[in-house]
């Protein structure tokens, strides 16, 4: 029996961690205490050395002093300020005046305005909160289909999980070893594509289905010419300078995340006070949701760091690799076996668990198959946006439910995803059947990315460098120092034929 469990620890241990997740126990305290209790188990069967828990503290010191998970609480503090602001409310009322008279025009200016939150704020809950509260009411209030604006809304304010300054790329960036600038960048494309589907999807239910997305009467159309104008010249342009600021910064390389992070809070903290609604309360409050959000991304990164010590230390790394790369099919089924797990438990847990548990055990195996890191982190960030959605435990929305009207039904938000969901699920197709779709870094820096992929990567030879045949003038070389090598040489020939 000591034999089996000793030969068995790695897949006990996982599926204990599993047992414990679907019981409902916080995660953070569910993944420390299973990896110290089967970590006592192998050292009392003799599989581990006690001196392996001495590596804990060394490693918890590790993540407090990891700059790059710095960015997710000015990120989060930016969203926050933004969100109390008004900035929100202020977009969907510009916007959905500038497409009031179109057919879904509602619903084009909430996924807009998620587009643009998700860029300047990088937080689903703000967006989903904000949206739900503005913006629903006046839907239903036109004629909107319940279920149709329900969807929008959580699919609009998800997008904000995938559109950077997202907080899940810069945990999977920091899981997968790669940088948040490229991650950033490699995600850009898909996020403006995944928003045109959802528009699409849209216009493609205002021609199907007329009644549910009607315009706005003219009553409601209150601005029009230059006022319209003015307002979305005054409305859209102080966020599109935020997002330049942020991002723009981090793209140019000027500023790294966390210094974009920084500067992006305190621009949402002077946007604020041009509006004049930056008090101490909404400070205070900003704050303390910062903080908890921050402690809970530390105390999750804390326990999954024992449990992976110690899953390690009974060779769980190579079991899950061996497991993996068994897959028939290769690059192709490693990835199909990948999306259909992340989708399958997206149901029971967040993104900050996803990233935390599962990313680090495939990472090993996606790289052992060839398989670009960056395009990885991109591929799985929008398979867990789905995460947010998934009936019946999507916690997008779960945020909705709280601030929908009573007449709204629950089934309604849930059916109201699904279609949402299909549309996700088609994007992640879409990112493995056009994997140029993920672009990050220059044409220099692809190209060699790419021929390492192929082990087509040219080797360079030291001695060869070194050594330079008889004769040879670097053509780098300065005039002045090509006529200090050739009066070099002809004085070498003149010692030469002295001797002889």
């Not at 342009?237 to 500023?255: C, D, K, N, R, S």
């Not at 910062?290 to 809970?296: H, I, P, R």
């Not at 990472?363 to 947010?388: E, H, Y």
Request: hydrophobic share 55%.
């Amino acid at each position: 029996m000591m034999e089996w469990v000793i030969a068995n620890m790695a897949p006990l241990m996982f599926g204990a961690m599993v047992i414990f997740l679907l019981f409902g126990y916080p995660v953070a305290f569910a993944l420390a205490a299973n990896g110290i209790v089967f970590g006592l188990i192998g050292i009392e069967l003799g599989l581990l050395q006690p001196a392996l828990f001495q590596a804990l503290p060394e490693r918890i010191f590790g993540i407090m002093a990891n700059d790059t998970l710095l960015a997710i609480p000015f990120f989060t503090f930016m969203g926050l300020i933004l969100e109390r602001s008004g900035m929100a409310e202020d977009l969907l009322d510009t916007i959905g005046q500038l497409f009031g008279p179109m057919r879904g025009g509602l619903a084009y200016a909430v996924i807009f305005v998620g587009a643009l939150l998700a860029a300047t704020t990088g937080v689903v809950a703000a967006s989903v909160i904000s949206m739900g509260l503005i913006s629903l009411p006046i839907m239903i209030r036109y004629g909107y289909d319940k279920r149709l604006a329900c969807g929008v809304i959580a699919a609009s304010g998800t997008l904000a999980q995938i559109i950077p300054p997202s907080l899940v790329l810069i945990i999977m960036a920091d899981q997968l070893g790669r940088s948040v600038g490229d991650m950033y960048e490699g995600a850009m494309v898909p996020g403006l594509v995944l928003t045109g589907l959802y528009v699409g999807y849209v216009a493609l239910m205002s021609i199907l289905k007329p009644a549910s997305c009607p315009a706005l009467p003219p009553e409601a159309r209150t601005l029009q010419g230059i006022k319209l104008f003015v307002r979305v010249l005054t409305t859209m342009v102080p966020p599109l300078m935020l997002i330049f600021l942020v991002l723009g910064t981090i793209f140019l390389g000027i500023a790294t995340p966390t210094e974009g992070g920084a500067m992006g809070a305190a621009g949402a903290l002077i946007m604020a006070l041009v509006r004049k609604r930056l008090d101490w309360k909404l400070l205070k409050q900003a704050m303390a949701t910062t903080g908890k959000l921050s402690s809970f991304v530390v105390f999750i990164l804390v326990g999954a760091t024992v449990f992976g010590l110690v899953f390690r230390a009974v060779n769980g790394d190579l079991w899950v690799e061996h497991l993996l790369l068994s897959l028939p099919g290769g690059q192709v089924g490693f990835l199909i076996v990948v999306n259909i797990m992340v989708f399958l438990l997206a149901f029971f847990l967040d993104f900050f668990e996803l990233s935390f548990i599962i990313v680090p055990l495939l990472a090993p195996v996606a790289d052992k198959l060839g398989i670009d890191l960056v395009w990885f982190g991109v591929l799985l960030a929008v398979n867990m946006q789905t995460s947010f959605m998934h009936p019946p435990f999507g916690f997008a929305l779960f945020y909705l439910r709280s601030v929908a009207p009573a007449s709204v039904k629950t089934t309604e938000i849930y059916w109201g995803a699904v279609p949402f969901v299909c549309i996700q699920i088609i994007m992640v197709a879409i990112i493995i059947i056009f994997p140029d779709i993920v672009s990050y870094g220059d044409e220099a820096q692809r190209e060699q990315a790419r021929l390492e992929k192929e082990g087509k990567a040219p080797t360079v030879d030291l001695d060869s460098l070194m050594k330079q045949p008889d004769g040879e003038e670097e053509a780098a070389e300065k005039e002045g120092d090509k006529d200090d090598d050739k009066s070099a040489a002809d004085l070498l020939k003149n010692l030469q034929s002295e001797n002889k």
